[in-house]
Each structure stands twice: as C-alpha cells, then as structure tokens.
C-alpha cells in the first residue's frame, strides 16, 4: 500500500481543525453519495431522459468542487493557525530572554533577528502586544499573591471579607479588579487553612 503524505497530512488537519469546519466536511460528501446513486440508476435504467443524466453530471461536479474547497479552507486555516503559533512561541521566548518592554523596539528587534517574518508585521506587533498583556497580568497576580501571604501571616483577621477590606486599604492600586482579588484571596485563605 503506497503512502501518501499529502492525505495524512490532512487527515491530520481535519483532526485538529475547528468542529463547524468538520461538520461542513460531512454534506458535500453526503450530497455526492446520493448524485452517483441517481447517476448510476438513470444510467442503468437505460431511459432516453439525457436531460436527468446531464444535470445529475452537473451536480456531482459541483459537488467534487465544493469538496475541494472546504478541502482548501481546512488547510489554509490549518496553516494560519500553525503560523500564529509559531510567530507567538518565538516572539514569547525572544521578550523573556530581552526583558524589554516596549513593543515597537521588540517588533523591530524581533523582526530584524526573524527577517522571514518582516511581510507580517502586523500580526508581530498584535502578538506582542498581547504577550506583554499576559506579561503584565501574570506580574499583577504574582505580586497580589506575595502581598496576600504576607498580609495573612500579619493578620488575625477571620472573615475574608475583613482580610479585603484591609488589603484593599493597604494596597489601593487593586480596587480596579475587585473579583480577581477575592477570588484570589479566597483560594489562598482557604489553602491556608
């Protein structure tokens, strides 16, 4: 049995593509099943009706092309998808190893050691700016969490909504996200105990 890369390579994609680009794989190929059934039985019934083989013909053409661009969006969206991934694992890496954090001087520095990717500078400069996003939140969460511990170590304080209160007066810069906080704070009271 000879192998062949191309149909495993998009077996491959179809796996791993989105559940609406494989439902809307299923109704041409359904659609082309029941065409060869009346092709094959206007062909053996032998009737002098051309005009139902023809346009039997039509549809089963249309049908074969419909298959093949479906086939065509799964493997673009594929490659867009592998494309952004890898343009993010490399701009993540290259922002951790520089310790910069202004984003015009990362997509420059980044673009001028990555020259393959200088035709999408776009889409560089918006993964940047959403790693330095995650950047910034991981950072926020982390200090939240070291001024957490060390304020539960300091109190004796037993409702969760005190040990707020007092964080919040103590530390006023995290009254922008009030659910994260108690969320967090929650789970590491509840650790503690």
Not at 114 to 121: E, G, K, P, S, T
Request: glycine residues 0%; charged residues 30%; proline residues 3%.
């Amino acid at each position: 049995m000879p192998r062949c890369g191309r149909f495993r390579s998009f077996i491959k994609e179809y796996q791993e593509s989105e559940r609406f680009e494989k439902l809307s794989f299923i109704p041409p190929f359904i659609i082309l099943a029941l065409e060869l059934i009346l092709l094959i039985h206007a062909l053996i019934e032998d009737t002098s009706d051309l005009l139902v083989v023809e346009l039997t013909t039509i549809l089963l053409i249309i049908s074969i092309i419909e298959i093949l661009l479906v086939s065509r969006e799964i493997h673009e969206h594929y490659q867009k998808d592998s494309f952004q991934q890898d343009i993010t694992i490399r701009l993540d890496d290259f922002i951790l190893e520089r310790r910069m954090d202004n984003v015009s001087i990362i997509v420059e520095e980044f673009l001028k050691e990555n020259q393959q990717f200088c035709n999408n500078r776009n889409a560089v400069y918006h993964i940047a700016c959403q790693i330095m996003e995650t950047h910034k939140k991981e950072l926020w969460e982390k200090t939240l969490l070291t001024r957490l511990n060390r304020l539960l170590k300091q109190t004796d304080k037993k409702t969760i909504r005190e040990i707020i209160d007092r964080f919040m007066k103590k530390y006023p810069e995290y009254r922008k996200d009030p659910e994260r906080v108690y969320e967090i704070a929650a789970h590491q009271i509840e650790k503690n105990q």
